[in-house]
């Protein structure tokens, strides 16, 4: 089984809808990210936690709203999407060691219309 | 802020060698990471770096300098499942040790 999963793996929504990712991971890992990809723009982080309590914002949070719901599971939220928002979005995780690497899950494609 | 540079595609063929350039502008440099991509798929680990020099690992190694904000990603006897994206990131601790991507380099392995 995959260590970091995401659903679901493809979505297509309208305008103005409310969307739910969610992540789960097996790792044991404390820390969880949320990126988007978009063609040419690289992994931009949207919102990142090292733990339950502890929640920020990334470079492009405006339009997103996470939940870390316990220590294995971080759900990110689309209010009401925006075309824009069209993109494949990943959630990764990392240990505290001393090069901790990201471990990303297979993605989510979702389209806005 | 950061600023991460790396060519947008490359081409080689079966059986060379590549090398991958990476240049960044950062403060409080914490480290560098390479990752794999695979069209459509998660990116995958490849190589650390955070001391000068070069880490070997298989076919695969990655250099840096610090001085020169520079690194390079080299792959040997290349294969056709190389082509992928190479994804060159940066650790600044003045940004809470989070990564900053480059835009990435898709590598194209032609026979």
């Known amino acids: 089984d995959a260590d970091v999963t995401q659903t679901p793996r493809n979505r297509i929504t309208k305008t103005g809808k409310r969307i739910m990712l969610e992540c789960s991971q097996t790792?044991?890992?404390?820390?969880m990210y949320w990126y988007r990809q978009d063609p040419g723009l690289g992994l931009r982080l949207i919102y990142y936690?090292?733990?339950?309590?502890?929640?920020n914002k990334g470079e492009i949070s405006d339009g997103y709203s996470v939940s870390r719901q316990a220590q294995a599971k971080f759900s990110l939220s689309l209010e009401s999407a925006i075309p824009n928002q069209t993109a494949l979005y990943f959630c990764?995780?990392?240990?505290?060691?001393?090069?901790?690497?990201?471990?990303f899950g297979p993605g989510t494609r979702l389209t806005v219309t | 802020g950061q600023n991460i540079d790396q060519p947008t595609e490359m081409t080689a063929t079966e059986g060379a060698i590549v090398q991958i350039n990476c240049t960044y502008q950062?403060?409080?440099?914490?480290?560098l990471f390479w990752y794999q991509q695979h069209a459509g798929e998660a990116p995958t680990f490849l190589s650390y770096?955070?001391?000068?020099g070069l880490e070997e690992k298989g076919r695969f190694s990655s250099f840096l300098s610090r001085s020169k904000g520079y690194s390079y990603l080299l792959l040997k006897e290349l294969q056709m499942k190389d082509s992928a994206s190479y994804l060159c990131?940066?650790?600044?601790?003045?940004?809470?040790?989070?990564?900053?991507f480059g835009g990435g380099t898709r590598l194209m392995v032609k026979p």
């Open positions: 770096n955070v001391l000068d």
């Open positions: 936690s090292f733990d339950v309590k502890d929640i």
């Open positions: 990131a940066v650790r600044a601790n003045n940004a809470g040790n989070m990564l900053t």
């Open positions: 950062t403060s409080g440099f914490n480290g």
């Open positions: 990764a995780t990392s240990g505290t060691g001393a090069s901790y690497e990201q471990y």
């Open positions: 790792k044991g890992h404390d820390r």
